[in-house]
């Protein structure tokens, strides 16, 4: 099915995806047929205990897991949140993470910091590498307890990819645990965690095309975790509350049509990022942030750039709205506001040449146009 023509140019696939009309078909669906509560015992309760296993299945299939390894949460935020005090929970004493994580990481490990676990940050380079010296540097140093190593899968304002491999294999070297949020990358790479170093992987439906609300935690065979919510004994006991069973199917629907059109999407993304980054170079003194334009190190879709204006970027954002186009300063999680990008203040520091210029993140997805391009840059032009 195609995707209906939308009135918007919508370049802002970072911070959330418009959902496949198969999967929105698929919700009403359950909705209205499957209604049964999971835990019931009969039929329609068991129907629906049918859905809910199937997708555990699907997703499994498609990350390289096994069923029991997937739990379903409400999405990425309660994903990140789950394994860093439930780990806490379990023993670990000290978290190492970065400052340009999602505030679902870095505002729970200062939380958790507040209460005493040890939380240190890996340097992060100007391009937004992972600095692994210093990593390697941290987990030599003695701690109290067990350590919970946590950074990303792929940075969701400058798209950067980084090697869970060698992340996962460094920490387990350390007898540290490995966490990655991986929201990011879940839509546009290919995971097979069956012989990987990653313990625990977070992921989040309305980034892959899916509906919002729903996400699932992967947590390697083996460990445990002690849960948050407490309650009816759901997802094994790791997560109580009835499952929303709607969500979790078309979750799984979403991912595996996903999954199937990656190569596709990557191509047509890749060719459309190709066109914006070649039109935007021709504003003098533009600088890219990140690794955006090194193919096989940032994921297709995003593109982060800083414009040589001084301009307001909440002014620059409503100018393009006010156009129809949707783009973002940055990340889109801050509940609406507006601010100088934390990751851009981060990789630059005091050698920020561009300090209070306006940072736009531009994300791009399977349903975008060559003409969307071109027409949001000239809309860029016409501002500075
Ligand atoms: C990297 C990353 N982690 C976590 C989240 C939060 O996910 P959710 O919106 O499902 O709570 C986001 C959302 O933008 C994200 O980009």
Request: without cysteine; charged residues 25%.
């Given at each position: 099915m195609k995707k209906h023509t939308p009135p918007i140019i919508y370049l802002d696939h970072s911070a959330t995806t418009e959902p496949y009309p198969e999967v929105i078909l698929r919700m009403g669906q359950i909705l209205c047929d499957s209604y049964g509560n999971p835990s019931s015992t009969h039929s329609a309760g068991r129907d629906a205990r049918i859905i809910v296993e199937e997708s555990r299945r699907e997703i499994a299939g498609i990350i390289g897991a096994s069923p029991s390894e997937v739990f379903f949460t409400s999405g990425g935020t309660e994903s990140d949140n789950t394994v860093l005090v439930g780990a806490t929970m379990a023993g670990v004493r000290r978290i190492i993470t970065s400052p340009i994580e999602h505030h679902a990481i870095t505002a729970t490990a200062s939380h958790l910091s507040s209460m005493g676990v040890s939380v240190k940050y890996v340097h992060i380079k100007e391009n937004g590498d992972i600095d692994l010296e210093h990593l390697c540097s941290i987990l030599e140093m003695p701690s109290e307890g067990k350590t919970l190593v946590s950074l990303m899968h792929v940075q969701n304002e400058i798209g950067n990819i980084y090697d869970i491999n060698a992340i996962g294999n460094l920490s387990h070297a350390y007898d540290a645990w490995f966490h990655t949020d991986a929201v990011q990358g879940m839509c546009h790479l290919n995971y097979d965690l069956k012989n990987s170093p990653v313990d625990f992987l977070s992921a989040s439906a309305h980034k892959f095309y899916g509906p919002k609300g729903i996400g699932f935690l992967y947590v390697k065979s083996g460990i445990v975790l002690p849960s948050l919510l407490h309650g009816g004994e759901q997802e094994r006991g790791m997560r109580s509350g009835t499952e929303n069973v709607p969500a979790i199917a078309a979750m799984a629907l979403a991912l595996k049509m996903n999954n199937d059109e990656r190569v596709e999407d990557r191509t047509h993304i890749l060719e459309l990022k190709g066109h914006l980054i070649s039109r935007l170079k021709e504003i003098e003194g533009i600088r890219f942030n990140g690794r955006c334009s090194d193919w096989e190190h940032s994921i297709p879709s995003i593109v982060s750039v800083t414009l040589p204006i001084k301009k307001d970027p909440s002014m620059m954002l409503l100018s393009l709205d006010m156009k129809g186009i949707c783009v973002s300063a940055g990340s889109a999680c801050m509940a609406g506001a507006v601010k100088d990008s934390f990751v851009i203040s981060t990789l630059?520091?005091?050698?920020?040449?561009?300090?209070g210029m306006p940072t736009l993140r531009i994300s791009m997805g399977k349903w975008n146009v060559k003409e969307e391009i071109d027409i949001t840059v000239d809309a860029i032009k016409s501002l500075l």
């Open positions: 630059y520091g005091d050698n920020n040449t561009m300090k």
